[in-house]
């Protein structure tokens, strides 16, 4: 691993509705505008596991008896570390067991067009448990990068409402839900 590059993944956690993704998007466009240097990308899981997809994981377990929807976003941070082990030059590339959820993930996510030295990965999504953000910690500890936090702590009532303008709303039950588990 050379390190003459930077990588830094940036987990952005809260209720949806919170601002993670209209912050996340701003941060990589100012990387893009500002900071030549850097290749800024977005993993946003509301792109990479689309809601009627979702909703047929979360009933599903496989031969394991893991659910399913467990298991696609287990191959999401699989994703995130063949992107970091090929941005650092790393030999050591896990191809994820799901083949859709790396379609889906390069689908969404850019690779950069450019050549740079710093990479900030933000991954963007409610990361309600511990667990979830775990895994990107661990990571960060695989390759020995830097790792941030960022969390939206938002009103009920203010995430319900910019929740109804959002194209795929997220039901009501679920942002309720996820306020009481914080």
């Not at 993670?20 to 900071?35: D, F, G, P, S, V």
């Amino acid at each position: 691993m050379s390190r003459s590059h930077r990588v830094c993944i940036l987990v952005l956690n809260g209720l949806p509705g919170s601002g993670k993704t209209t912050h996340a998007r701003a941060l990589i466009e100012t990387c893009e505008l500002r900071m030549p240097e850097w290749n800024c990308v977005g993993v946003c899981y509301d792109e990479i596991l689309p809601k009627d997809v979702e909703k047929d994981l979360v009933t599903n377990c496989n031969s394991k008896g893991i659910s399913k929807w467990k298991e696609y976003r287990q191959n999401i941070v699989l994703c995130v570390d063949n992107y970091i082990a090929s941005f650092l030059g790393s030999a050591e590339t896990r191809v994820p067991v799901d083949h859709i959820v790396t379609v889906q993930f390069n689908k969404s996510v850019a690779y950069p067009t450019k050549s740079a030295e710093i990479l900030v990965i933000i991954i963007d999504d409610n990361m309600y448990f511990k667990g979830m953000r775990y895994e990107y910690f661990q990571l960060a500890r695989k390759y020995q990068v830097a790792f941030a936090e960022v969390h939206f702590d938002c009103n009920v009532d203010v995430a319900l409402s910019r929740n109804k303008d959002r194209v795929e709303p997220v039901s009501s039950e679920v942002i309720i839900d996820h306020k009481s588990l914080s």
